[in-house]
């Protein structure tokens, strides 16, 4: 089991950043490939960006690429994300979530365990 839980969320106006955490418990972080998803009421939950295990690879949306930029310190089993340039369509929960493998890591189906969510607000 991994336990995951998300911080940094809240209320910031357009053009702003925020930066939101994922810290991991339970089996080693560094086994996972770790995502970042958002969701607004009414709609799927929508991929964000990913990161292979050892970080080296990642990948994001191209509704944010540019603006935000997902990491990861393995030696803290925590995981990040940076945005910045908001926009008021950015706002959304945000998950992290984790999974083994890096195959289809857009897909949400594809990932195991889970984030309570955090959520983020861009006013205009």
């Known amino acids: 089991q991994v336990q995951l839980v998300e911080s940094g969320g809240g209320l910031v106006q357009a053009g702003g950043s925020l930066r939101l955490s994922c810290a991991a418990s339970?089996?080693?972080?560094?086994?996972?490939?770790m995502g970042w998803f958002r969701q607004v009421p009414g709609k799927a939950r929508e991929f964000v960006a990913a990161?292979?295990?050892?970080?080296?690879?990642?990948t994001s949306a191209e509704s944010v690429k540019g603006r935000f930029t997902i990491s990861r310190d393995n030696a803290k089993s925590t995981g990040y994300l940076q945005m910045n340039n908001l926009k008021p369509e950015d706002t959304a929960v945000y998950y992290c979530?984790?999974?083994?493998?890096?195959?289809?890591?857009?897909?949400?189906?594809?990932?195991?365990?889970w984030g309570q969510g955090t959520q983020v607000t861009v006013s205009s």
């Open positions: 339970g089996r080693p972080f560094s086994r996972f490939t």
């Open positions: 990161t292979s295990w050892s970080g080296k690879d990642t």
């Open positions: 979530a984790a999974r083994s493998g890096w195959y289809e890591h857009s897909d949400p189906l594809q990932y195991t365990y």
